[in-house]
Structure formats: C-alpha cells, structure tokens
C-alpha cells in the first residue's frame, strides 16, 4: 500500500485555468516535497512544506498537518506548465516515500 | 542547470553485467542522494550520502552499492543486472545531511538492460 495519494492521476485544463493538485498521506510527517517532472525526464524541486503555506510565482503549496493532506495550486496556468508533479512525505527517519504523479497537459 | 552533473546519460548492457552510475554534486553541497524511477514502481529512494558517509538506506538492493568520494562526486554500482533494473536513476545533492533541506537534482541516468 501506497503512504502517498495523489490525485487526479491525469489533468488537462485550458490555458488561463486555475489547476488545484492534491497529495494525501496515511502517516505523521516531518516534511513534505512538492517535485515537477518535465516531459524530457529532469526533476525540479518546487516546495518543501512543514506547514502552512509557500508561495513562489504562479505556484502556491498548502500543507494541513492534521488532516495529513497538501494541495500544490497552479495560478493562470500555461502550456510550459505541462509536466508530472510529485508529492514525497518525510516520515521520521530519513526516507521520501513518493507518490505516484500527476501528469498535467495544459493547452493553449 | 541545476548544477548537479550525472554520467553517462544513457546505458545499455545485458542481464548479468555490472555498471557504475556517476554522480558530482553542486559546488559546495555534501549531501547526494540515489533515487530510481521505474514504470511499475514510480520514484523511490535509494540511498544518501553525507560528506563521504552512509547516512540513509531505503530501498537499494544487495547487489546495487554506492559511495561517495573525498572530492564529494558518488557512484552507484549495479550488478548481476536484471531486467527489472532498467529504469532512471536519478541523483540529487543538498547543502547538508537533513533531507528537508531543498535538493537539486540531476538529469538522470537511463539505464536499459536487454
């Protein structure tokens, strides 16, 4: 069984759109990371949340701790915001245990 | 550009043989990860390294191993290849050995095994 659920798996929204993608996780955490996929293979590192909320550009990550949920926003999505977004939790220890993506076609 | 650097960028060998995956991390950084993202497994986590030293094991097999060097580039070893084991092997560094610190991470390594 997977610690970590995202949803949906797969989503195409209009250019302009306002694009909401969760992360939702069956054990107490310390961290939690929000990675983009481009569709060329390389990973960038968009937020690591232990609470609240982060802002950078157009994206914002919510972390709720006790309803073990997290939510990555996409503001006046673009096409170039296409890519698989993964959500890994940091229980104790040292060790990301991943979700398993989802995959975001944005069109113009 | 992340900084992080990884060779080669594609592999291809047979079941049986053994390669070695390079790894040089940001300028500065002391902390590289391992990770392999596999079609049926998704990303997982292999192992990290942390100024020359085994800080975290996840889910690396007996016949996969890895170290990191006094100049702070790692290698990952992978032998007795199996068919399974094709997949990209990602690694990522950080400035320090906690890992919700931000990482940064290579372009990856595909590793086909025929």
Known sequence: KNEVEQSPQNLTAQEGEFITINCSYSVGISALHWLQQHPGGGIVSLFMLSSGKKKHGRLIATINIQEKHSSLHITASHPRDSAVYICAVLPTGNQFYFGTGTSLTVIP | ?114
């Not at chain 2, 070893?77 to 399974?84: Q, R």
């Open chain 2, 1 to 114: 550009d992340s900084g992080v650097t990884q060779t080669p960028k594609h592999l291809i060998t047979a079941t049986g043989q053994r390669v070695t995956l390079r790894c040089s991390p940001r300028s500065g950084d002391l902390s590289v990860y391992w990770y392999q993202q596999s079609l049926d497994q998704g990303l997982q986590f292999l192992i990290q390294y942390y100024n020359g030293e085994e800080r975290a094991k996840g889910n690396i097999l007996e016949r996969f191993s890895a170290q990191q060097f006094p100049d702070l580039h790692s290698e990952l070893n992978l032998s007795s290849l199996e068919l399974g084991d094709s997949a990209l092997y990602f690694c990522a560094s950080s400035a320090s050995g906690v890992p919700y610190n931000e990482q940064f991470f290579g372009p990856g390594t595909r590793l086909t095994v025929l």
